[in-house]
């Protein structure tokens, strides 16, 4: 009888394992374009490495991404890597057989009562004494690949989470960076101010020295003054942009305010960055570990769906167990205490009435959403890269073109001056030269802190090449 129910529910549990999962939608096509529009025209894939947009060789930087490599950030993108190292242990350990052990004692005393009345002479032993051991094997054999598939989807959640983890490693290096040129700009700057400062007052003297000899009124010591004070007074906003690095780079590595000045400091001459490399952008998106946690995210939910799938297949499943039953203790090495089973299992839905189809229609929008977060992965690493080559053309021109100006401006103000000590110009017209000339430089030397600036924004949104180089450490 039962032989022939288990005949009659076989072809059924086939059946229900045996439909599909249903046609999935054509995923639309990612295309690259052949080149990037704003990258330079005489840049090659050759030079695309870390020394041509990052400050990599300067001392500060290196003081300051050793302790970069603490940071808390990067020690939790660490710490979801070992979880999802777990994870996929788990998962690879659930496709191999399982094997448990049990053993047991006991002594059960039961009323005489119970068995009713008890001829005479008859006894009826009240107390029973138990002792056994079992170990048992099960194994599920997977022949539909169900956790095989949900292997899969751990492994590429893991292969996510180390390309998630080299995201924020990029993202650390980019911020070390960024505070060393934003210092050594900072830097610049205030020499430049500090050069006009000196050039205003020895102006000024002069001046001073002509009213007191009664060729200039006093109106004039005052404008002098004025231009000076005035230069002085653009030193204070620095210094409030400087306390903005520091504390940036305490929270990012944990250490003092002193310690990351002293760190700072250790690169007196500024970085100089090497004209922007280019490549194919397939090869650069591709190369970008935010797009490849994308992909391997798609990959996952691929894997979930058909591990989704494969429940509706029955599952057979081995299983066996050997033990030891006695009565006493000396009745454990008696042949008799050995007991044993051996048996084989076969389960699967037979009407769900649509419970793994709701979780098959779930599992295709999770898949849909995965690739659709892979497009944008895609297309915005694109957007910041053609974004990134433009600035930092743009940044490059306007440097080179204030710098033309700086020095242009230094000329007038020198031949303002010669022409004011020959009696041709009035000494207004001269400090309103000198001004000029003092604005045209600080502009230029600002200029060139953000061209710097731009290199390391392209750096990263390139996928910041040559980051392992940075955290050799790094797990």
Do not use: H
């Amino acid at each position: 009888m039962i032989r022939s129910k288990l005949a009659l529910a076989l072809p059924a549990l086939l059946l229900a394992g045996c439909a599909s999962i249903g046609e999935m939608p054509p995923r639309a096509e990612i295309v690259m374009p052949d080149n990037f529009v704003f990258a330079p025209v005489d840049a090659s894939a050759e030079n695309l490495n870390a020394r041509a947009l990052l400050p990599s060789e300067t001392p500060a930087f290196q003081a300051l991404i050793k302790r970069a490599a603490n940071a808390p950030d990067l020690a939790i993108a660490v710490a979801r890597i070992d979880a999802a190292r777990a994870v996929t242990a788990r998962a690879k350990a659930e496709r191999l057989p399982a094997v448990d052990f049990n053993a047991s004692a006991q002594e059960q005393r039961s009323n005489p009562n119970q068995f009713g009345n008890i001829p005479g002479g008859a006894g009826a032993d009240a107390s029973r004494f138990s002792i056994g051991g079992e170990i048992s094997a099960r194994w599920d054999l997977d022949l539909f690949g169900r956790l095989k598939a949900s292997q899969r989807a751990a492994q590429k959640r893991l292969d996510a989470a180390g390309f998630d983890a080299e995201a924020v490693r990029i993202a650390l290096a980019s911020e070390v960076a960024a505070a060393v040129v934003d210092w050594q700009s900072l830097a610049a700057q205030q020499a430049q101010i500090m050069a006009n400062v000196a050039a205003a007052e020895q102006r000024a003297g002069l001046i001073k020295s002509r009213v007191r000899a009664g060729l200039n009124p006093g109106l004039d010591a005052m404008r002098a003054d004025a231009v000076v004070e005035g230069l002085r007074a653009q030193l204070a906003p620095l210094k409030g942009d400087e306390t903005q690095v520091v504390s940036r780079m305490v929270a990012l590595t944990g250490a003092s305010a002193d310690t990351v000045m002293a760190e700072l400091n250790l690169s007196n001459a500024q970085w100089s960055g090497d004209a922007a490399p280019s490549s194919a952008p397939s090869a650069i998106i591709a190369s970008r570990p935010d797009v490849q946690a994308a992909a391997a995210r798609l990959a996952a939910s691929d894997a979930d769906l058909a591990a989704i799938a494969a429940q509706r297949f029955p599952s057979f499943t081995l299983s066996s167990a050997l033990g030891l039953l006695a009565f006493s203790l000396g009745g454990l090495f008696d042949s008799d205490a050995i007991t044993g089973q051996l048996g084989a299992g076969i389960a699967g839905p037979l009407l769900d009435f649509g419970r793994i189809q709701s979780e098959i229609d779930g599992g295709k929008a999770q898949t849909k959403i995965a690739f659709e977060e892979l497009r944008k992965a895609t297309f915005t690493a694109l957007g910041e890269a053609e974004g990134g080559f433009g600035r930092l053309a743009a940044a490059d021109q306007e440097a080179d073109l204030l710098a033309a100006q700086a020095q242009r401006e230094a000329d007038v103000a020198r031949v303002s001056a010669s022409r004011y000590r020959a009696g041709l110009e009035s000494l207004i017209a001269v400090l309103d030269a000198d001004r000029t000339a003092y604005l045209a430089q600080q502009q230029a030397v600002a200029a060139k802190g953000r061209a710097q600036r731009a290199r390391l924004t392209l750096w990263q949104v390139l996928g910041g090449p040559g980051t392992a180089e940075l955290f050799p450490t790094s797990q």
